[in-house]
């Protein structure tokens, strides 16, 4: 290797060492924090470590790497092709069909039936038309989950994007190939460690 590339190594490693140092010491703090406030259900810890990535990686890209964090530097956001925002979603809906429909077939009483969907629906006290059929406000209550949900949790969910997938894993993939993306997965799951141990997603155990 010559010697640009070697400096240029050893900057995305020490890009890397501040971003992982950064993002794991703040986000493993606000998780001590929830817990000693009484857990998960106490305390919103686990959006305000979902900014941590995206704030560690402002800060290593503007202080340690010294580009700039929008425009032409590696975090440069983009909107991306129409295709992207056509084929993806319905590429999802297509997955989500087709895991519904081998439920069905395959053990059809697993999915609720349409007592406990009504059930379900009266429990939602903030969907409209009370005096509407179960079909009618569940179609309510799906059009402002698709109106409000991106409204609060888009924002959220950049937090991790943007650290994760637009700062450290371009950067592992430069390093170490493909491979790289591995790590990244191994980097990220171990990140959710102290959250997981708290209830997030299994809160029975």
Known sequence: RGPNEMTNRRALFAQLGWYVAITFGSSFAIGWLTWSRGGLGHFPGVPLAMLCPMLAAFFVQRVIAREPVFGRGRLGLRAGHWRDWVILPLAAAAIIATIFGLTFLLHSA???????????????????????????????????????????????????????????????????????MLIAGVIWALWHTPFILLGLNYPAH
Do not use: H
């Open 110 to 180: 697993l999915l609720a039936d349409q007592r406990t969907i009504a059930a379900n629906v009266d429990k939602l006290r903030a969907i409209p038309g009370g005096e509407q059929s179960v079909g009618i406000r569940l179609l309510l209550a799906y059009g402002i989950t698709l109106i409000v949900a991106p409204i609060l949790n888009i924002p959220i969910f950049l937090g991790e994007e943007i650290g994760w997938r637009g700062f450290m894993t371009p950067r592992l993939v430069e390093l170490f190939g493909k491979p790289g």
